[in-house]
């Protein structure tokens, strides 16, 4: 965890209470162009470099399907960020703001999420573009988008309501 990040104007840091194991398991890593937070995007461009998801056993077999989708949801663990801030100053404006009010990788718990276009699968390896992480970036899940994805399970009383 990157603690050691200089603090801005404005911006406050708490202890971070002890980590509570959720269970998660990496399920892969992210390849991309970028070695350095600096040339890493703000948001990925579903016109931007190609990327590679490459996924690890035993989840390999959980891959089949993905290229029915034209997006797919990546998530991930923005595992260089520190997790401390709970008011940050961004670089570009200095305007403080909540943790919560902003898509800053630095949060408690660090988890990315884009919105990419499916390009190809490639063994273990899903392409896809549209990925702002540095290479090496743990992931976490794909997903389909969720307005291309119809459930295939048999609806639910809670999907019909309303108030
Ligand atoms: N698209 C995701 C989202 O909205 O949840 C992430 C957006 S975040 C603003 C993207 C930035 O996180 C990059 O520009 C880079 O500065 C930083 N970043 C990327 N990969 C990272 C990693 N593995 N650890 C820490 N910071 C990372």
Known sequence: MAQDT???EG?????MPPARDAGL???GRIRTPWKSRLETPRQGRHDGPVCRLEIFEPWVPAIKGVD???NLEVIYWLHHSRRDLVL???KNNRKTRGTF???SPVRPNPIGTSIVKF???EGNTILVRGLDCLDETPLLDVKPDRCEFSPLAQPKGGDFETE
């Not at 911006?11 to 202890?15: A, N, P, Q, S």
């Open 6 to 8: 200089k603090l801005r």
């Open 11 to 15: 911006e406050v840091t708490v202890d």
């Open 25 to 27: 398991v990496f399920i």
């Open 68 to 70: 029915f989708y034209e």
């Open 88 to 90: 940050q100053s961004p």
């Open 101 to 103: 009010s902003l898509r």
């Open 119 to 121: 390009v190809a699968v």
